[in-house]
């Protein structure tokens, strides 16, 4: 059984960076396909990148192409999300999250970290 425990998040200013991590418990982390999702407050959670078992293969979100990056290390066990040029809109509960059938465009995932706060200030 894959744990999963988000780090990193906090208050930021627009144009700023953030990096959060997801240290994962569990064998079957590095078999796993890894998610990071979000929720703004009165809006549905919501997909934001993705990254496949070997780190080879990503997949972001539009709104988040090109300022967000996924990567991990299988050797520590942990997934990484760098969010750099910060926009207000970013502001939300950022979740790590897997599964054995998470795919790569978001669906599938029934494992999930408890999340990490992210709030950029315009």
């Known amino acids: 059984q894959v744990q999963l425990v988000e780090s990193g998040g906090g208050l930021v200013q627009a144009g700023g960076s953030l990096r959060l991590s997801c240290a994962a418990s569990?064998?079957?982390?590095?078999?796993?396909?890894m998610g990071w999702f979000r929720q703004a407050p009165g809006k549905e959670r919501e997909f934001v990148a993705a990254i496949s078992w070997s780190g080879g293969s990503t997949n972001y979100a539009d709104s988040v192409k090109g300022r967000f990056t996924i990567s991990r290390d299988n050797r520590k066990n942990t997934v990484y999300l760098q969010m750099n040029s910060l926009k207000p809109e970013d502001t939300a509960v950022y979740y790590c999250?897997?599964?054995?059938?998470?795919?790569?465009?978001?669906?599938?995932?029934?494992?999930w970290g408890q999340g990490t706060q992210v709030t950029v200030s315009s």
């Open positions: 569990g064998r079957s982390f590095s078999s796993y396909v």
């Open positions: 999250a897997t599964g054995p059938l998470a795919m790569m465009g978001g669906r599938e995932y029934d494992r």
